[in-house]
């Protein structure tokens, strides 16, 4: 889960620290909502308020409706938005999107890329709504991560209660040079029934590890229910090479 993961990459730097600086190995762990980048390279404040500007084509915030949307769709408001490097003057602005604050209501996240230029920022790409979930408007909870695919991956997590089953589910998009692409979504990583049972209530929780970088990674579960599923690059989608019995809503 994306706790779990950034517990991990925490635990890493510290071992770090106590390294020479040849042996010390950079965190697979980039940025996210509640990481930041190394200080020698982390964007300042104007530098993303002036991402933003340029993605959106507004200062914070701005509402959003896809073109396609029906009258009766929610719309996000995006208020903020993370640079992440991608290599050269390349960004990708990651934007979070607050959906309504019905139970039923999803968020978003967005992704633009960016070239940075000596005027500024300039879109080369937009991908708005590229993946939602999650319950009462929340956007998912992101982190990058180098580990799993050539390019930085960009794995999310989210989920909700119903009725006292607690599930999330996660999404790898790879940040490829030339777009954003959804390599796998829908994996689950977490199930809670406590809220639903008084006794014998079962959870479970599940990590993405990596495998062969670029053709596979593992999700490794613990709890009620152990077992490992490997997924394999097929065309340009991972999928899951095995289907064992999962907790799940």
């Known amino acids: 889960m994306i706790r779990t993961a950034l517990a991990v990459s925490i635990l890493a730097l510290l071992a770090a620290c106590g390294q020479p600086a040849e042996q010390a190995e950079a965190?697979?762990?980039?940025?996210?909502?509640?990481?930041?980048?190394?200080?020698a390279t982390a964007p300042a404040a104007n530098d993303e308020a002036a991402a933003f500007q340029a993605a959106w084509g507004s200062a914070a915030p701005v509402t959003y409706r896809a073109p396609d949307a029906k009258p009766d769709d929610e719309a996000m408001t995006y208020a903020k938005g993370t640079l992440v490097p991608l290599g050269g003057d390349r960004f990708a602005l990651v934007s979070e999107g607050q959906g309504g604050d019905g139970h039923v209501s999803a968020g978003a996240l967005a992704i633009h890329y960016l070239n940075r230029t000596p005027g500024g920022?300039?879109?080369?790409?937009?991908?708005?709504?590229?993946?939602?979930?999650?319950?009462?408007?929340?956007?998912?909870?992101?982190?990058?991560?180098?580990?799993?695919?050539?390019?930085?991956?960009?794995?999310?997590?989210?989920?909700?209660?119903?009725?006292?089953?607690?599930?999330?589910w996660s999404d790898v998009v790879e940040l490829t040079p030339q777009r954003p692409v959804v390599r796998a979504d829908g994996i689950p990583v977490g199930y809670?029934?406590?809220?639903?049972?008084?006794?014998?209530?079962?959870?479970?929780?599940?990590?993405?590890?990596?495998?062969i970088k670029g053709q596979s990674f593992s999700v490794r579960y613990t709890g009620d229910?152990?077992?490992?599923?490997?997924?394999?690059?097929?065309?340009?989608?991972?999928q899951a090479t095995t289907r064992p019995d999962l907790l799940t809503c």
């Open 121 to 168: 920022f300039t879109r080369i790409g937009a991908w708005p709504d590229i993946v939602s979930g999650g319950t009462f408007g929340s956007p998912p909870q992101w982190l990058i991560r180098t580990d799993l695919t050539p390019a930085p991956a960009l794995v999310t997590e989210a989920g909700g209660t119903w009725q006292g089953y607690s599930c999330s």
């Open 225 to 238: 229910r152990t077992d490992v599923v490997r997924y394999a690059l097929s065309g340009d989608r991972y």
């Open 192 to 211: 809670d029934d406590s809220g639903a049972k008084e006794t014998g209530a079962e959870d479970m929780e599940g990590a993405l590890t990596p495998d």
């Open 27 to 39: 965190p697979d762990v980039l940025v996210g909502p509640a990481t930041a980048l190394p200080t």
